[in-house]
């Protein structure tokens, strides 16, 4: 028997018939080398020159109720970043996915926070994922940023050729500018300035938004003393950026930064440089 739009429309005013159930995520920053002896004053603007970090290197893996497996950055692979950085415990970030229990060839999406050879430069170990990344950012690096000497710093050739690649294969989906939702319960956000269209990504979770901040805020302190980034194309911005995503997080809890060894303290240990952040 076939049910009429008109009856379907009042089951559900009814409550009879129940909305559809949001999409969630369970949130997890995974570790994959660490940076040793990182100068703090390259993260936090003011910092004391002579201060020293071990900071990890990350990617974010979004488990959704729905079951896609998403990846906010995807790292690096190459040899003469792990060589040049002097990279400690360093594993592929295809690897350090695996050990959070999903394959390579599981990742649906990934979604690019900014052009960096350290956040982009794996994605192409993820053979089926579709590829997010800002319009503006991607038009940019893979054109004009090379017209001149100085524009395209920590952007490296080979990304924007696996970036082009992926295009041409169909993978690379375009994020179109501020506050998007490019898949249920996941926006993108623009505004920190750390390249020319960086973005940050607010993830709904069971507990509320989660922001990942990816390296729009390296550390914590640049949250706590309202410190901007020392890598920024505008201070000014970038603090804007870093107030609206306490706006934008549930909780101050639910802030992760992009560098950050703390992350790996304050959040439920899952596996060795795995934690589960909500």
Known sequence: MLISLPLIIALFLSGLVPPQSEVTYEVYAIRFGTLPQFRVSGLVTGADAERRLDIPVMVWLLKSSDGKRILVDSGFHQKKFVDQWKVLNFRS????????????DEITDIIISHAH?????????????????????????TGEAW???????????????????????????????DDQEVLPGIRCYTGGRHTHASQYVGV?????????????MYLYENMEKRAPIAQTL????????????????????LIVPGHDPAVFDRYTRVAEGIVRIK
């Open 93 to 104: 970030p295809a690897d350090a996915v695996a050990a959070a229990g999903v394959k390579p």
């Open 117 to 141: 050879w350290d956040h982009v430069g794996d994605a192409d170990l993820f053979p089926k994922a579709t590829v997010w990344i800002q319009r503006d950012e991607y038009t940019y690096y």
């Open 147 to 177: 017209h001149g000497r100085n524009t395209h710093g920590g952007i490296d050739p080979q990304d924007m050729a696996a970036l082009l690649r992926i295009n041409t294969e169909g993978r690379l989906r375009f994020v179109n500018g």
């Open 204 to 216: 709904r979770t069971a507990g509320g938004t989660a922001v990942i901040t990816s390296d729009n």
């Open 234 to 253: 505008d201070a000014k911005s970038n603090l804007a950026a870093q107030d609206r995503i306490r706006g934008l997080a549930s909780d101050v809890s």
